[in-house]
């Protein structure tokens, strides 16, 4: 009954280091997502993938890159981290028009 | 102004009385409404959808006002376990790519 598993769930980065977050998702949906959330900023969306082969910016992309790998996969990558990027991450899956599922978060420090 | 809002709270409510609380849109063109649960360092969970002419599950009713575009969620009967943070999530349209827009967030404290 895994659902969506994302990878690390905590990780401390220093400034300038590069980092890839991997999320996975078994339920065959074809849209995924990554979210960050700040204290008193809600879910901000990130980048989406609205299938296999396709990915466009969200609300917040400058700072990241994405990959939808396969179906399945939808990694997020940090190349050069900075302290404002200090946030925890949600990966998600759906299909268009129904319920959005969560993975269990990244909780990425930044000093 | 953002497009999707919701008093941060919290709410502190007495177990066993009624809490009610509303998020406002900004779109007029919004599709389909949600709300989700959030416990504290936990993921998002959906707690119900928002239909047109209002709907309930339990304890839960949620409610939508084009109008005035806002909607709303009212919990009977409070629980202990219904301290969380409750989310707002508004789709602009049904198109691929579902993207949702979140509210902040309305923080729910019921207490003994």
């Known amino acids: 009954n895994a659902g969506v598993t994302q990878t690390p769930k905590f990780q401390v980065l220093k400034t300038g280091q590069s980092m890839t977050l991997q999320c996975a998702q078994d339920?065959?949906?074809?849209?995924m997502y990554w979210y960050r959330q700040d204290p008193g900023m809600g879910l901000r969306l990130i980048y989406y993938s609205a299938s296999e082969g396709t990915t466009d910016k969200g609300e917040v992309p400058n700072g990241y890159n994405v990959s939808r790998l396969n179906k399945r996969e939808f990694s997020l990558r940090l190349e050069s981290a900075a302290p404002s990027q200090t946030s925890v991450y949600f990966c998600?899956?759906?299909?268009?028009?129904?319920?959005?599922?969560f993975g269990e978060g990244s909780w990425l420090t930044v000093v | 102004r953002k497009e999707v809002e919701q008093d941060p709270g919290p709410f502190n409510v007495p177990e066993g009385a009624t809490v009610a609380f509303n998020c406002t849109y900004s779109n007029s063109a919004s599709q389909s409404f949600f709300w989700y649960r959030q416990d504290c360092r936990k993921e998002p969970k959906l707690l119900m959808s928002v239909y047109s002419s209002g709907n309930e599950d339990g304890r839960f009713t949620a409610q939508l006002n084009r109008a005035s575009q806002y909607i709303s969620l009212l919990i009977r009967d409070s629980k202990l376990s219904d301290s969380a943070t409750y989310l707002c999530v508004v789709n602009p349209r049904r198109a691929a790519g579902n993207k949702l827009t979140f509210g902040g967030g309305t923080r729910v404290l019921v207490k003994p």
């Open positions: 998600a899956s759906s299909e268009p028009g129904n319920t959005i599922y």
């Open positions: 339920m065959n949906h074809n849209s």
